[in-house]
Structures are given as C-alpha cells and as structure tokens.
C-alpha cells in the first residue's frame, strides 16, 4: 500500500464523514455529563465505532463509561496504533474543553485508519477515556496495563495555539483538614482554638516555600471552607491543593514538604490536621519526539503550521501523562480560539460548537489518522518512535 493513497483515502473518508461527525460532536456537546458519569456520550460513540466494524468492550478497568474499540490484526506479527477519546465536561461551563472535539475526533481517525488499511497491515484501537477533568480515567485505565498493549497512542487537544510537543507536570492533589474549638469570638475567644489560623499559616508556609522550589514545581491552593461567621472562631478548616513537579521523583520530594507547612501550622496552632491524599498520581508527559514530528508533517499537509515564536512554558497537568509512561505517546494542540483565549472559558465552550470547532474536528482527525498510517506502513519511521520511547528518561 502506498503511504500517499492511504492518505489520501483517509482525507476522503473523514470529509465523506464530515457532517456525521460533526452531528455526532454537536450531540455530545449539548448533553453535556461531568467527568465519570459520562453514560450518553460513551455511548454515543461506542455505537458510532460498532456500527463501523469495531469490536466494543464497554466499561473497562471497571470504569463504567470507559470503553475500547479494537480493530486487530490478522496474519502474525503486525504493529499496532491507537487513538484516545474524551468526553466529558466540565461543572456550570458544559464543553468549555472542547472534548466534543476530541472524542469524535479520536473516533472518527479510528474509523478513517481502519478503512483506509485493513487488518493484514495492523491493529487499530480506540481508547474511551473518561474523566479528564479530574477522575483520572487515564490514570486507572494504565493501573491495568492496557496501554502498553498497543504500539502509540494519539489524541489531539484544542487550543490557542498549534503545537506538536506540550510539556505537562506530574500532579498530586492534597486536602488538609483542621479541627479546633468554637468559642464567641469577641466574648471568650481564649476558649477558642482557631481552624481557620491553622489554613493561614499552612498558606504562608507554603508561600515561602515557593522560594526554594526547583525550576517547574507548583504549589497552589484553594480554601473550602474557613468558618460560618465572624463571630465564631472556626472549629473546622480545610484546604485543597495542588503541588505539580516536572518529574515523579520531584514530585515525590515535593510533597512531604508541603504536607509539613500544614503539619507545622497545627502543631503553632494547637489544632489536629488530617491529611487526604488523592491515590491519583498524575504523571508528567513523557514526549515522543519523532511522533509528534510525524503529526505536525500531516498537520502542514493539510494546511496548518506551528507559530514561528518558540513555544511558551506551559505548565499544565493531564492523565495522558501516564498514557505517555507505558506506550509511545502525543497530545499535540490544534488552534481552535484566539491567541489568550484560555480553556475552561464560555468562549471556548462556545468554539467548541462552532465553525472552528468543526475545523479543527476534521482536520486533526484526519492528521490523526494519517500519522496512524505513517507509523503501520513506515517501519523506518516506527522504529525511530520506538527508540526514543526506549531510549528517553521519563
Ligand atoms: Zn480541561
Ligand atoms: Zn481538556
């Protein structure tokens, strides 16, 4: 097969498609369900991939609403790629993430691969993953392994900005709760003992430590609750953080320092602490060079360029990270807003069901699906992927 008739099916295919998938996009966005509980968009698309020939496990890694699709392949050992869908939203914003986007677009390059090349050339497999937006669905789907089953794993994110290679930090969430004494707060306050100075001073702690902190860590935090009323010392505090580093080991080393700035403050402030600590470690992206340049040569093809500026330091987190520990690996971004228009915005949302969403849905689909056939037909190209993956510290 050649690798420019396989593309050139694959553009074909998609724009034959394009007003199913955009349909198919657009119902997902309207019905919008939070991370986890995404029933009616898991669904949506398991019937879209089943009614295109793929053979469906639904609720894998005992997540409901996560699914594969598996296309396999026939006749020995042949090389294998995948793609990986979202879909879920995001609390009072709907898709103001624009993984409308994203889940049909992980589907539609699986079906486009998939027909474009038949089984004797490779596997094709479409991962459902839900719960981006803070359930970690990826995070637990790699507890199981499965991803180390397929040769790459592909999905692309709606931005600002068109970028093959995005940096994301390891994340660790922590939540602190303080138990003092109420008193009235003017009356007796000696009787008290204050919750609510414990969360002050683990702020302040935590703000000195930021000083110290090596170059990519991040420590930032909200309070959730800080007491009833102003004459009532707080018997009952709590805090929610988040501490990010750009390794594992960083962010091993990172915690138990921030964990003391609160353990600090309890014992300033004569309060218990109790410590929650999220079991869901996200791991930091692990980039695949080669791959990513395999995407951003098919993105160029199909007309759309990285900004010449060097790229900025972004400084998010993502379960794809852990996708990224286990199999060859990319999350590039496709420009979709203005340049500072961030995620999680009504604007965003509402590009999400417009003429750019729709764009940026067929054209990284398509880039998507074509990066799928360089790395089945291309061995020289696969083992360039394959290197690095093995060669490159996490
Ligand atoms: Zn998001
Ligand atoms: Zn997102």
């Known amino acids: 097969m050649d690798i420019h008739e396989a593309k050139t099916a694959i553009s074909k295919l998609i724009d034959d498609e394009a007003e199913a998938l955009w349909a198919l996009s657009l119902a997902i966005h309207a019905d919008p369900e939070l991370s986890l509980k995404e029933h009616r968009a898991a669904e949506r698309l ?33 090389p294998s790629v995948s793609f990986l869908s979202e879909y879920d939203a995001l609390p009072g914003l709907g898709h103001a993430c624009a993984h ?15 027909e474009a090349l038949g089984p004797e050339y490779g596997g094709v497999t479409v991962f459902g993953t839900p719960g981006e937006e803070g359930g ?17 794993a592909m999905m692309m994110h709606p931005s600002d900005e068109t970028r ?23 009356a007796a306050p000696e009787k008290g003992i204050n919750a609510l100075d414990a969360l002050i001073a683990t702020f302040n ?15 930032h935090g909200v309070i959730t609750e800080g007491g009833e009323a102003p004459n009532i010392i707080p018997d009952k505090a709590s805090a929610w953080f988040f501490v990010r580093s750009e390794t594992v080991e960083g962010l091993d080393a990172l915690v138990p320092r921030v964990i003391a700035c609160a353990e600090g403050a309890a014992l300033a402030t004569g309060t218990e602490l109790e410590t929650e600590k999220n079991p869901i470690t996200y791991a930091p992206m692990r980039v695949n060079s080669p791959l990513a340049s395999l995407f951003l040569k098919n993105l160029n093809r199909l007309g759309v ?25 990319i999350h590039p971004q ?32 398509k880039a998507l699906a074509m990066t799928g056939a360089d790395f089945l037909l291309n061995e020289e190209a696969r083992k360039a992927v394959q290197a690095e993956f093995e060669n490159r510290e996490a």
């Open 205 to 219: 702690a935590v703000s000195l430590l930021r000083q110290q902190l090596p170059r990519g860590a991040r420590v």
């Open 164 to 186: 093959a290679e995005i940096n994301l930090l390891a994340l660790s969430e922590l939540r602190f709760h303080f138990r003092g004494r109420a008193a009235h707060a003017s």
């Open 136 to 152: 970690g669905g990826k995070v637990l789907m790699a507890q199981t392994g499965m991803f180390r089953e397929v040769g790459a």
């Open 334 to 365: 496709i420009q979709m807003v203005p340049s500072g228009v961030s995620a999680h915005t009504p604007e965003f949302a509402e590009a999400s069901a417009g003429a750019e969403g729709r764009r940026v849905l067929l054209t990284g689909a």
């Open 305 to 329: 360029h990285e900004p010449d500026a060097p790229p900025p330091r972004r400084m998010g987190s993502s379960d794809v990270g852990n996708v990224s520990q286990q199999t060859p690996t």
């Open 100 to 114: 409308n986007v994203i889940g049909v677009a992980g589907a539609a390059a699986g079906v486009a691969l998939k």
């Open 46 to 78: 398991c019937a879209y991939l089943e009614n295109n020939g793929f053979t469906l496990t639904r609720g894998v890694a005992n997540l409901p609403t996560a699914f594969r699709a598996d296309r396999p392949a026939e006749g020995g050992e042949k």
